[in-house]
């Protein structure tokens, strides 16, 4: 049974709801980022800078997803951004069930159960997370609307209405994905967190493989389009180019037969009036070592353009070559209309973890602004033949902090700086795109980056892109792979030499109090609130986002004079509304409202909970304004909806 919260039992002191007067017609969030474009930006204004400090709890809905011991299971963070259409939201949550809620109440009107957790855990950093659904109508079928769930290796079709699964797609309402791969795979090795696209009547999609899985002929990333009446396979795209496909001659001699990954994890977008797709496509196996797939390796983290109608390449841009870090690009291609120097351009913007902003014209994939090939640090890692080069937008400028020098060791007092700068010497260090070593090498932007899955939210009429971002180093180091016998993943590893994200970037200081507390290695802010100016090139303002309570408590800083917000890391994205604001939650158990023009906070509330989801808006028929958020981990998830009371 799914129950709904009252909002008094959150918050106390906050008085139920009424309804207010209505403002306008209905107003949807149909798709995921928004629309297809991926701009995360909403027309409404019903909630704006004048009253957005009335905004409080509306209802709250729970998913109640629980370990499951028979299965091996547990749930991760609710990352979902519902859709609402028609009055009703439609939710995925972390075990990849569907729920269809009153878009006004948040009261359940019916759940459907993939029972994705009947396969065990899945094999990725995340564990069982999903961030949305699909929805697309028959017009064959008097217009009904249906809803598309790709669930680990399964792609679903739902009837709306109901939540029952259509019968004559696929086989009952199922289509295998584990299918007509380049290679067979291990079914339970292929998963998908972010949702599909819709172009005509096709549906679109990638996938995901676990990061840890480097063995030959590990899943590869086909990009892959069905028909959204049978589930019939129409077109595939191949990410690993083989023999006589455009890119095959990037990368030695043999190794397209075996590299698995570079796929499309995080979500596509669609310009659909051209009827061309934007992917971004992730990092071919394994992520910190190459002696494997020595060469550039298209069309590894690239952005991809695509004929949707065809799958045919129309253009690409290889955002990282040879990739050594991770640097997959996390964040869906922000479609926007922009004036640099007075010309109208109608763009594409790729986000990256390594805090780049990279902007080509939409149609032509001819970059708005000049990128340079820069020499970077070479690998001295037995058998690795990194690249020498890489891209670097001139503009707009990064984003966020890059690279690591002994002057970015925490330095809230001098005394903590010097015992970081002791613990930073242990492994190596330097300029963004130092190569990952045999001792650990600290990378920033570390592996979530910079950017991640939440993106960008673009605002049409000041031309910024908001975008927040993350400041936290991670330990990238090569080591030789465990397949021994006592080892239970043994299995899954091939590779001799394989990456490993296992390093502390902590230190514990001589006065961290008992029990002993670790410390950051690097100084705050951890996080910011960015708004890129896409008409310019240029960072507008950039703010700290959030705060670091934990920090903040440590008994090392006791008395000590702390910056007013120390910043907060986190993958979620953020929303923009014509009503001046930008909604944003973060790691510091708060949802945030800003102003567009100049980042200034005007609103903040506690939660219960993280925010660990995209927000979204709607207006509901009956004239109100929500804005809806996902929170928590586990059992402890939720949906909660705020809006101004009457």
């Not at 149909?30 to 027309?43: F, I, N, R």
């Not at 936290?472 to 001799?496: F, H, L, Y």
Request: charged residues 20%; glycine residues 10%; proline residues 9%.
């Amino acid at each position: 049974m799914r129950r709904l919260v009252p909002a008094t039992l959150l918050f106390l002191g906050i008085a139920a709801l009424a309804g207010t007067a209505r403002q306008g017609p209905m107003q949807e969030w149909p798709v995921y980022g928004g629309d297809q474009g991926g701009a995360k930006s909403s027309p409404l204004a019903d909630i704006n800078q004048s009253n957005v400090t009335k905004l409080a709890v509306a209802w709250e809905w729970r998913p109640e997803d629980k370990p499951l011991d028979e299965y091996g299971t547990r749930p991760g963070n609710f990352q979902n951004t519902p859709l609402m259409i028609d009055n009703v939201l439609y939710v995925s949550t972390q075990y990849n069930r569907v729920v269809a809620l009153d878009a006004d109440t948040g009261k359940q009107k019916w759940a459907y159960d993939p029972k994705a957790y009947v396969d065990g855990q899945p094999p990725n950093g995340t564990g069982y997370v999903h961030r949305g659904l699909a929805a697309w109508r028959d017009q064959r079928d008097s217009n009904k609307l249906r809803i598309f769930l790709n669930s680990r290796y399964r792609l679903i079709c739902l009837d709306a209405e109901t939540g029952t699964p259509i019968e004559s797609f696929g086989a009952k309402g199922i289509v295998d994905l584990s299918e007509n791969l380049i290679w067979k795979i291990e079914k339970k090795h292929y998963t998908n967190t972010s949702p599909p696209v819709i172009y005509k009547d096709l549906v679109i999609l990638g996938n995901g493989v676990g990061d840890r899985l480097v063995y030959k002929n590990d899943p590869p990333g086909d990009i892959r389009a069905f028909d959204a009446r049978t589930g019939k396979l129409a077109w595939s795209f191949h990410t690993i180019p083989q023999r006589g496909e455009f890119g095959h001659d990037t990368w030695q001699e043999g190794t397209t037969r075996y590299t698995g990954h570079t796929n499309a994890w995080a979500p596509m977008t669609l310009d659909e009036a051209r009827g061309l797709l934007y992917v971004p496509v992730g990092t071919p196996s394994n992520d910190l070592y190459g002696g494997n797939r020595i060469g550039e390796g298209l069309f590894g983290e690239t952005i991809l353009c695509l004929d949707a109608a065809t799958g045919k390449r129309k253009w690409h841009y290889q955002l990282v070559h040879h990739g050594l870090w991770d640097y997959d690009p996390p964040s869906p291609p922000n479609l926007v209309t922009i004036a640099p120097d007075g010309r109208r351009v109608d763009a594409v913007v790729q986000l990256t973890k390594q805090g780049y902003a990279f902007v080509f014209d939409r149609v032509t994939g001819k970059p708005v602004w000049p990128i340079e090939e820069r020499p970077v640090p070479k690998s001295d890692v037995p058998g690795e033949v990194s690249w020498p080069t890489q891209p670097v937008p001139t503009k707009p400028p990064a984003f966020t902090e890059q690279g690591v020098t002994l002057d970015d060791a925490f330095d809230l007092t001098p005394e903590l700086k010097k015992e970081a700068q002791a613990a930073m010497q242990k492994y190596r260090i330097g300029p963004l795109f130092t190569p990952p070593s045999l001792e650990g090498t600290i990378m920033r932007p570390g592996s979530i980056g910079g950017s991640n899955w939440g993106g960008g939210a673009f605002d049409t009429g000041s031309g910024y892109l908001f975008v927040k971002t993350t400041n936290q180093p991670t330990i990238a180091r090569v080591r030789k792979s465990d397949r021994s016998p006592n080892n239970p993943r043994a299995s899954e590893v091939d590779a001799d030499l394989v990456g490993d994200f296992s390093g502390s970037t902590d230190f514990t200081p001589s006065n961290a109090g008992e029990p002993a507390q670790p410390l950051p290695m690097l100084k705050p802010p951890y996080g910011h609130l960015v708004a890129i100016d896409l008409n310019h090139g240029a960072i507008a303002w950039r703010i700290p986002f959030g705060d670091t309570p934990q920090l903040r408590a440590h008994p090392a800083l006791t008395g000590v004079s702390l910056p007013e917000s120390l910043g907060t890391p986190g993958a979620p994205g953020v929303l923009v509304t014509s009503g001046g604001l930008v909604f944003a939650g973060g790691f510091d158990i708060a949802f945030h409202a800003f102003d567009t023009k100049t980042g200034r906070e005007l609103w903040r509330q506690p939660l219960p909970r993280r925010a660990t989801g995209t927000p979204m808006t709607y207006r509901t028929r009956a004239g109100r304004q929500f804005v809806v958020l996902a929170t928590s981990s586990g059992p402890d998830a939720s949906l909660m909806a705020f809006a101004v009371p009457n």
